[in-house]
T-cell receptor
Framework: DAKTTQPPSMDCAEGRAANLPCNHS???????VYWYRQIHSQGPQYIIH???NNETNEMASLIITEDRKSSTLILPHATLRDTAVYYC????????????FGKGTSLLVTP | SAVISQKPSRDICQRGTSLTIQCQVD?????MFWYRQQPGQSLTLIAT?????????ESGFVIDKFPISRPNLTFSTLTVSNMSPEDSSIYLC???????????FGPGTRLTVL
């Protein structure tokens, strides 16, 4: 799996959009970009994933650059409950292999 | 999405004892994974459990210390053997879901070894 790089921490004001960047410059053509988050000591929660096209669901939007070397997870209206560690993972979908978690970005949403 | 439960949710154990953690998935899955998360750290894969075969362990983890069972397509156990305080961690199981191309996680088992 390709290595991903994320900033260690970010702050965001409640109600504002949180934009979490991820670099994956060595991603291969068949690797998806997955995002998970972990709210204090709970099990990681799946957020969204994509291959080439931008994706949106009820939780977030995922913007992948055309060259696929980086992506941004967008939480459109951050709430205090979005305070968590966010993990960006490059992964071969349905490969049968485990996810490889890096250090992630610790997002603090402030009132 | 798959719903995964773990038992116990937390435990405090004495050194030298063993603890078996159970992981139950609400649907049949091919692969189940066990992770460890030490305090303040990210998740580290312990092993992959495929039904009907021996678990595959990652470097630094051995079967004698972390025996795993996978008796059917919805259940797995991880035993932490001969525990020491260094084994104090959150232990998490996960499984893949082919219908959604996604892996889902249990809530974790918080283990404290005294």
């Amino acid at each position: 799996d390709a290595k991903t790089t994320q900033p260690p921490s970010m702050d965001c004001a409640e109600g504002r959009a949180a934009n979490l960047p991820c670099n994956h410059s060595t991603i291969s053509g068949n690797e998806y970009v997955y995002w998970y988050r972990q709210i204090h000591s709970q099990g990681p929660q799946y957020i969204i994933h994509g291959l080439k096209n931008n994706e949106t669901n009820e939780m977030a939007s995922l913007i992948i650059t055309e060259d696929r070397k980086s992506s941004t997870l967008i939480l459109p209206h951050a709430t205090l409950r979005d305070t968590a560690v966010y993990y960006c993972i490059a992964y071969f979908s349905n490969s049968g292999y485990a996810l490889n978690f890096g250090k992630g970005t610790s997002l603090l949403v402030t009132p | 999405s798959a719903v995964i439960s773990q038992k116990p949710s937390r435990d405090i154990c004495q050194r030298g004892t063993s603890l078996t953690i159970q992981c139950q998935v609400d649907s049949q899955v091919t692969m189940m994974f066990w992770y460890r998360q030490q305090p303040g750290q990210s998740l580290t894969l312990i092993a992959t459990a495929n039904q009907g075969s021996e678990a595959t362990y990652e470097s630094g983890f051995v079967i004698d210390k972390f025996p795993i069972s996978r008796p059917n397509l919805t259940f797995s156990t991880l035993t932490v053997s001969n525990m020491s305080p260094e084994d104090s961690s959150i232990y998490l199981c996960s499984s893949d879901s082919r219908s959604t191309d996604t892996q889902y996680f249990g809530p974790g088992t918080r283990l404290t070894v005294l």
